[in-house]
């Protein structure tokens, strides 16, 4: 098969470099400097903190769109009513408690990094009323009558001082998670929890999400808040920086031709279609045909990774179509696909290569 490889300056070793941050959080002992807007957790800086709009920053590109909205964390911590389990009334661990643990982690894991504040998504909104309002009409309701809580959040804290350049893209080293309470059975009693935790980069360019399997937990199953802050520490000290960083890198040194994407993009539809036994035999694809729709015309249109004048692109600027369509998926689905639009493109350039022919298929 033949492969197209881009012109790539002598490799030399990545190094995770620290930037100058002006607008940041740090560790407990640093002085805290938060974003304008944005409430940084009482836990993290030990400071006071007062009521905020639901939507918070400047307008830009969130890191994933679907049905989401953006929340405060405050709003989280004061305004939403804690879901408990039926049938011994034991209360779940709380969307603000995953993410104040997840920025203690960090600290623990990175105790010289900055950090910028969360960013907190919401989805599925639970709407419920207080026992004394039982019998009134909904346009009569009071604020203080009313109950609500999230079904689904996620969140993202970047890094404003670990940084790294690919393709002419600033990445930020980025932590994260998400946390479904469908995925519980809040109709028994109190079991392990479950959680979806990552670390990987940011690219700030389009914001979209890094991920690699290293530094992705799919199942974090804990019982205590004390052991989701020790088990997201443990993900961080296992993830490979590096390796992720040189792998990412090497996604610039090969290219597609106009008909090789084309050849990509109608295998990939015809893949959701093929009779399960063929299925099972070719790599996992978990992306629908409405995103891979997204990916043609951005093919096209995008300004920062479509195809160049020739027609060709990049693995690198495929793999970020990939991840800027993943922005669809809901919460829940989320995580799960951005990993797989990694191992994908990784796969696509083995199979350029001719190093492992697993993926040739979607080429041919």
């Not at 405060?72 to 305004?79: K, S």
């Not at 039982?134 to 969140?155: C, G, Q, S, W």
């Not at 694809?285 to 093919?299: E, M, P, R, V, W």
């Amino acid at each position: 098969m033949e492969a197209y490889i881009t012109h790539q300056e002598p490799e030399t070793t990545m190094q995770l470099k620290p930037v100058s941050a002006s607008q940041s959080f740090a560790a407990p002992n640093t002085q805290v400097i938060p974003l304008s807007y944005v409430e940084v957790p009482s836990r993290i800086n030990n400071q006071s903190t007062t009521s905020a709009p639901p939507v918070l920053r400047e307008h830009k590109k969130p890191f994933i769109e679907a049905n989401t909205t953006e929340v405060a964390l405050e709003h989280l911590r004061h305004d939403c009513i804690i879901p408990v389990f039926s049938k011994d009334n034991e209360k779940t661990i709380a969307h603000h408690e995953f993410i104040e643990c997840v920025c203690e982690a960090a600290f623990r894991a990175f105790p010289g990094a900055q950090f910028e504040a969360p960013e907190v998504r919401v989805s599925h909104q639970i709407k419920g009323r207080t026992p004394d309002a039982i019998h009134k009409p909904v346009k009569e309701l009071l604020d203080h009558e009313k109950t609500i809580y999230y079904e689904r959040m996620a969140f993202i804290m970047k890094s404003t001082t670990i940084v790294e350049n690919i393709g002419g893209n600033e990445l930020q080293l980025t932590i994260g998670g998400v946390r479904a309470y469908n995925q519980e059975n809040l109709y028994s009693r109190k079991t392990a929890e479950k959680f979806k935790f990552f670390i990987g980069f940011q690219n700030q360019v389009c914001l979209n999400l890094c991920i690699s399997t290293d530094g992705y937990s799919e199942n974090l199953k804990v019982m205590h808040v004390r052991d989701l802050q020790d088990k997201a520490h443990e993900v961080m000290q296992g993830y490979q920086a590096e390796q992720h960083l040189k792998q990412m890198q090497q996604l610039t040194s090969y290219a597609l031709s106009d008909s090789q994407f084309a050849t990509l993009i109608g295998r990939a539809r015809l893949y959701q279609h093929l009779p399960k036994q063929l299925k099972a035999e070719l790599p996992t694809l978990d992306f629908n045909d409405g995103q891979f729709s997204t990916i043609a015309k951005d093919y096209y249109q995008d300004e920062s990774f479509c195809r160049n004048e020739t027609g060709d692109i990049d693995i690198w600027k495929v793999y970020n179509l990939f991840t800027q369509a993943n922005k669809s998926s809901y919460i829940d689905t989320f995580l799960e696909r951005n990993v797989n639009a990694f191992e994908f493109n990784q796969g696509i350039v083995k199979a350029l290569s001719g190093s492992n022919l697993d993926y040739a298929w979607f080429l041919s």
